[in-house]
């Protein structure tokens, strides 16, 4: 299993703009194989998915936070990041990164990283 580990998160006022990190332990460049993505889950809420990249680079974003977060990766590195700007009360939640394979997460999870927006 290749382990993906999260960090970059903490707590921010509303309007910051924290970068989360997503480092994958794998000799191989993992994100140029599969596609990945950012999950988060609110206490009491279902995870959802926030943003996915394609192996190739495609990007996708739900609604909440199209406009306001961007994801990339650093195929050199072995990394995925997602950039969060204009942070809301709302986005609180415990920030996972995943692979995706045939349009869902691989059913192992890291631990994630919490952001909490207070003002």
């Known amino acids: 299993q290749v382990q993906l580990v999260e960090s970059g998160g903490g707590s921010v006022h509303p309007g910051g703009s924290p970068r989360l990190s997503c480092a994958a332990s794998s000799p191989r460049s993992v994100f140029t194989i599969t596609a990945a993505g950012w999950y988060r889950q609110a206490p009491g809420n279902q995870r959802e998915l926030v943003a996915s990249i394609s192996r190739l680079g495609a990007t996708n974003y739900a609604d909440s936070v199209k406009g306001r977060f961007t994801i990339s990766k650093d195929i050199t590195t072995n990394t995925m990041f997602l950039q969060m700007n204009t942070l809301k009360p709302e986005d609180t939640a415990v920030y996972y990164c995943?692979?995706?394979?045939?349009?869902?997460?691989?059913?192992?999870w890291g631990q994630g990283t919490q952001v909490t927006v207070y003002s």
């Open positions: 995943n692979f995706i394979q045939n349009s869902r997460p691989r059913d192992y």
